[in-house]
């Protein structure tokens, strides 16, 4: 059985989250996301919050599974014998950030591997950060995130 991990911050999960997902599913046979819990980085939302939007937003995907840590990601993995981390690429800026962080994971293990996913085109500018600017500045950003997250932001 491959088991992969889809790591992130996921603050929040958006529609680009979700059609990286989409497509890794169709390759490994169980997926989990896997929250980032990070106490020196500001989040917008709890790791709680995050899961629990994550978790409704993938409730008909049998194969996907939400988790949190506040690890190594590949320490993680490993522990949970999955053999891949999937990552997604959209500008040549998400480029570099993920080639460094390949390189740190292969210094570490090198057994587990990452495997990247081209953003769509009408997802590339997607992303948590936007999603807060925009939310900030009023304007409805329903098309771009589940309504999961909708319906934490109206909170
Ligand atoms: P991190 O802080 O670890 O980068 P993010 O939640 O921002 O966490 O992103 C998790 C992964 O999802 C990253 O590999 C990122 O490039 C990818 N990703 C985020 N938004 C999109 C999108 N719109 N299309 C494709 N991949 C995306």
Redesign the pocket.
């Known amino acids: 059985m491959k088991k992969a991990i ?6 929040p999960i ?4 979700l ?2 997902l989409s497509r890794a599913v169709k390759v490994f046979d169980e997926v989990i996301i896997l929250v ?1 819990v990070n106490p020196n980085k500001h989040f917008n939302f709890s790791p709680k919050e995050r899961v629990e939007m994550i978790k409704e937003a993938v409730k008909d995907y049998p194969n996907v599974k939400v988790d949190y840590y506040d690890g190594l990601t590949v320490e993680y993995a490993k522990k949970h014998g999955a053999t891949h981390l999937i ?4 500008a040549v800026s ?1 480029f570099e ?2 080639f460094q962080l390949a390189s740190a994971n292969e210094y570490v293990d090198s057994t587990i591997d990452m495997v990247f ?1 081209m ?2 085109g009408d ?6 950060s936007a999603i807060m600017e925009l939310t900030n500045s009023g304007v409805d950003v329903s098309g771009l995130v589940p309504s999961s997250v909708i319906k934490r932001i109206k909170k």
């Open positions: 889809y790591p992130g911050s996921f603050d958006t529609n680009g989250h059609d990286i980032a990552r997604g690429l959209r998400d950030y993920e996913f953003a769509r997802k590339s500018f997607i992303s948590s």
